[in-house]
């Protein structure tokens, strides 16, 4: 059976700040997407601050009525959020209105189409206080070293490599400039552009047959509106298993808690530290976090979801993200703890350079 599952994610009010949605607003979404008759199953998650619809359906992507169900659902929160007087309502909806995909109106996306195998099973991510960029090492890791992915040396189909999809997430002009390149053969070029985790970034992942295998989202919101209006928080779906990369092998790279940019004001670097999912944000509108779970779909059904950080080694790992995350935060804004004059998400601190650079004077050697 061919089927889709899309991922859209949206932060659209939270207590506190920027901690947690209500549930009163995540009911409010749920009732919404539920009532619909053109998916076949759904389930509702949230992390930090932002709600994840996560949809199975057989319309393909980029389907608008889909996207049409998201945004209404984003909508019918919002105005619950402005009820509550909550946080940033409605923050992450750019557009006064829908336009037939949801794509480059604010709300990340994440879909994958395909034939279903007799087993099924996938991996949903879903970040927050962070940029799209902070999955490239992870995920770089995976599908592309062996330290990580045993099954590239292992098992034949899986050492042939992958495609990847990545994109200029800088690239402003009409639809999306991106470049495909494969491994191994171009490893070190994958590598080059990845490193780069403002402007570049992993936007799809197939396997030399032709599957998809990853679908991330690739949203910069400050390209649609022009200024600041919160982190990116991405979202990621990935099949695993036979083919692709085992479940473990996936995760295992998110044992690192790389630094990211994120963080308070999306102005700062931090460890993206993997924590339970529905977990809310704290320390200093942070760390960057990260949840995940693990569900199969069959004939479009999902299976109740595992919640593949919550377990005793990932404590252990929260713990090291923790000392990693107090100690880049003791050093302030100097450095490399704040992020580059180009990636700041506040534009206070140029206007002030902009005053002061008429104060200076040139004197004579």
Same mark, same amino acid.
């Given at each position: ?42 389930? *509702? ?85 962070? %940029? ?20 590239? *040396? ?34 070190? %070029? ?176």
């Amino acid at each position: 059976m061919k089927i889709t599952i899309s991922a859209i994610k949206a932060d659209i009010g939270s207590i506190g700040g920027h901690l947690c949605p209500s549930k009163k607003l995540v009911e409010a979404v749920s009732e919404v997407v539920k009532k619909s008759s053109i998916i076949l199953d759904h389930k *509702i998650f949230h992390t930090g601050d932002d709600i994840t619809i996560l949809m199975s359906h057989d319309k393909g992507e980029n389907y608008p009525e889909i996207h049409r169900l998201a945004w209404d659902a984003f909508q019918r929160g919002t105005e619950v959020a402005k009820e509550q007087g909550l946080y940033g309502a409605g923050q992450d909806l750019l557009k006064d209105s829908f336009s037939g995909n949801i794509k480059g109106s604010g709300p990340a996306v994440a879909e994958i189409e395909f034939e279903e195998r007799p087993a099924e099973p996938f991996l949903l991510f879903m970040a927050d206080k962070t %940029n799209p960029g902070a999955y490239n090492l992870p995920f770089y890791l995976a599908f592309a070293d062996p330290f990580h992915n045993s099954g590239l *040396i292992l098992v034949p189909k899986i050492s042939q490599g992958y495609k990847f999809i990545i994109m200029d997430m800088d690239f402003k002009g009409e639809g999306d400039k991106v470049i495909e390149l494969e491994t191994p053969n171009d490893i070190y %070029n994958i590598a080059c552009l990845l490193r780069d985790t403002e402007r570049f970034g992993i936007s799809e992942v197939y396997s030399k047959s032709g599957h998809k295998c990853l679908s991330l989202s690739t949203t910069r919101l400050h390209n649609i509106s022009g200024t600041y209006t919160g982190k990116d928080d991405p979202i990621a779906l990935v099949r695993v298993q036979k083919d692709f990369p085992a479940t473990g092998e996936i995760l295992s790279p998110f044992s690192i808690s790389h630094y990211v940019a994120g963080f308070m004001r999306g102005s700062h670097v931090g460890p993206l530290m993997p924590v339970r999912v529905n977990t809310p944000v704290s320390y200093f509108d942070g760390p960057p976090i990260v949840s995940g779970v693990a569900l199969c779909v069959h004939n479009g059904k999902f299976t109740e979801e595992v919640d593949v950080f919550d377990h005793p080694y990932w404590d252990y790992i929260r713990d090291k993200a923790s000392a990693k995350a107090e100690e880049i935060r003791k050093q302030g804004f100097f450095g490399s703890a704040m992020l580059g004059m180009n990636e700041l998400e506040y534009t206070g601190i140029t206007e002030k350079l902009e005053e002061l650079d008429k104060r200076f004077i040139i004197k004579e050697k």
